[in-house]
């Protein structure tokens, strides 16, 4: 049974709604299914555990978790149940609702809607989503959680992490157009984000926060490259003087709060894909670049590229993944004990790292894959963006971090 | 002075053991669809849902089998050189982002003819001799 603390608290109420839909999306497709129409349920899974070799920071899977693994095993990290409903009311329009239990932002694995949408297909190559929906800001955004669908343990670092947007409440429309052998795809989104970003103990509100975004992708036999493009204007600010008084205790000057502020600024993201999947063959290459509209986060530029090859019920891999910051603001506010906090906060959202990883799937049993991963973190010991709880005056840069995980779909 | 006969009896049911379990796979389609002819990559952007249309504008409707079926999995590997478990993962990837759902999955190649010769749209894969006038080959996989 699921349950809360605190009497009929918000997210209490948000899971009980959630419950309901998901109730009326069951009998719903229970007596749709006398009409000739098909409702489904599926689910996907993981259960993983995840060590490193410091405790100095602590390693996340991307940065709308809260704690991350250090040098024990923690299953935290990537494990992960998923529940999807499909309705399919005919053959234009189907109801989608999917229930997700991760470790997130506060600390707990409390289940939540991920998307809940209506699609509509006006014609077969055009469809229409509204409601809550994924994002896919990047190529394979808004899989991440699904580790059956992936060759490595969990979508590389260097270039994922700081994607911690999941779901907007909004709108997207995709239209495909075959051309020549191959099919091109385009699609736009815009809606409202959702969720937090924790912060030490404080969370980064950037619920409401206007995300809009596009690609255009070709697909050709094996051969798959998109080009996306998205932004984000955050409604908020970093809570930043409650985290420093409360870790550091240190006050933020007004002058530094000015400059570090994320409300009303704009962040913008590029990216460039490529996959070729042919054969028991399979490569990756994705680059992108995000420029930050706040002082407070520096620019960065990231990519990674991924090999496997499938030999029988196992699929060895290698990979190197990479990420730089670039600009990196450089306070002057005419106040000493200003530039300092400010520079503080600076040097938090620096990456300078680069990673070598390789492991294998195997195949194991229908639907039901086993992966074994290594990572070889090397850094500066400036870079800090992607770690949580870090103790900057220890931390060298460089760790290695052990994976073993089962994903499954039913 | 059995043994020739039943040695040549053996050969026999090799030959038609193997017949039957490497008989050709052909792609069929409704007759009535307009659909003559598809290449390989056309195939593969029908039954992967990336085009859910045929060049004439009609609705394409792919429908699979259950993974127990032999036959899927000797369609997948000559159409794309894949194995079950990534062509299911690449469906749980399309269906886990809400972007589609899985083709139809039906119990027997049989089944397949029967549904694609009752919908219009229809485009599914079978065994060669299977193929009768109510469908038409429109590609044959070959290794």
């Given amino acids: 049974m699921l349950s809360y603390e605190g009497g009929v608290s918000w997210r209490g109420r948000r899971l009980r709604i959630v419950v309901l839909m998901l109730c009326s999306l069951l009998a719903a497709g229970g007596v749709a299914a006398d009409a000739g129409d098909s409702f489904s349920i599926n689910g996907f899974g993981t259960l993983g555990a995840v060590r490193t070799t410091t405790d100095d920071v602590e390693f996340v899977r991307d940065l709308s978790q809260a704690r991350g693994a250090t040098d024990h095993w923690t299953a935290k990290t990537d494990s992960v149940l998923g529940l999807q409903a499909n309705w399919q009311v005919n053959p234009q329009w189907q109801a989608v609702a999917q229930v997700l239990s991760r470790y997130r932002y506060d600390r707990t694995f ?5 998307w809940a949408f209506v699609k509509y297909d006006p014609s077969p190559n055009i469809s229409l989503r ?17 580790g059956y669908s992936i060759l490595t343990v969990r979508p590389p670092g260097d270039y994922f992490w700081h994607l911690p947007f999941y779901s907007i409440h909004g709108a997207d429309a995709a239209l495909a157009l075959p051309l020549g052998e191959g099919v091109l795809r385009g699609k736009v989104f815009y809606g409202l984000s959702r969720g937090n970003i924790p912060l030490a103990r404080e969370q980064w509100d950037i619920r409401r926060s206007p995300m809009a975004g596009t690609y255009l992708e070709y697909q050709w036999g094996g051969l798959q490259v998109r080009a996306s493009y998205a932004n984000i204007r955050f409604r908020n600010d970093l809570p930043l003087a409650s985290v420093l008084a409360r870790e550091k205790g240190v006050v933020l000057p007004a002058v530094a ?23 028991p063959f399979q490569a990756q290459l994705m680059l992108n670049h995000i420029d930050q509209g706040t002082n407070a986060l520096s620019d960065s530029n990231a990519g990674y590229l991924l090999l496997g090859y499938r030999l029988g019920e196992v699929t060895p891999f290698v990979g190197y993944s990479r990420v730089r910051s670039r600009n990196i603001a450089n306070p002057s506010l005419g106040n000493a004990a200003a530039d300092a906090v400010a520079t503080y906060v600076i040097e938090d959202s620096r990456a300078e790292q680069s990673t070598v990883f390789a492991g294998a799937r195997w195949d194991v049993a229908r639907n039901v894959a086993i992966k074994a991963q290594w990572d070889g973190i090397r850094g500066e010991s400036s870079s800090l963006f992607p770690y949580r709880k870090d103790e900057r005056a220890r931390w060298g840069g460089r760790m290695d971090v052990f994976s073993v995980s089962m994903d499954f779909i039913f | 002075m059995f043994r020739p006969l039943i040695k040549a009896l053996i050969i026999l049911f090799a030959f038609l053991g193997a017949g039957v379990a490497s008989a050709e ?33 009609v609705e394409a409707r792919p429908v699979d089998l259950e993974d127990e079926d032999p036959v899927r999995a000797r369609f997948y590997r000559l159409l794309v050189g894949k194995e079950l478990s990534e062509i299911n993962a690449y469906w749980s990837r399309q269906v886990f982002t809400g972007r589609m759902q899985a083709p139809l999955r039906l119990g027997s190649t049989e089944e397949i003819v029967r549904w694609v010769a009752a919908n219009p749209g229809g485009i599914g894969f079978v065994e060669l001799p299977r193929a009768d006038a109510r469908v038409r080959v429109v590609y044959e996989l070959r290794r």
Avoid: C
């Avoid at chain 1, 409390?110 to 991920?114: D, F, H, I, K, T």
């Avoid at chain 2, 069929?28 to 504008?57: D, P, Y």
């Fill in chain 2, 25 to 57: 796979l052909v792609v069929i389609v409704n007759a009535r669809s307009g659909v003559a002819a598809m290449t390989r990559n056309e195939v593969i952007n029908i039954f992967f849902g990336r085009n859910r249309q045929f060049f004439n504008g």
């Fill in chain 1, 130 to 146: 509204a409601g809550r929906l994924g994002t896919e800001f990047f190529m394979l955004a808004d899989s991440r959680w699904v």
């Fill in chain 1, 110 to 114: 409390r289940p939540e809607m991920a």
């Fill in chain 1, 257 to 279: 709060a000015d400059y570090l502020k994320t409300r009303g600024t704009r962040t913008h993201y590029y990216s460039l894909g490529m996959v070729y999947d042919k054969g």
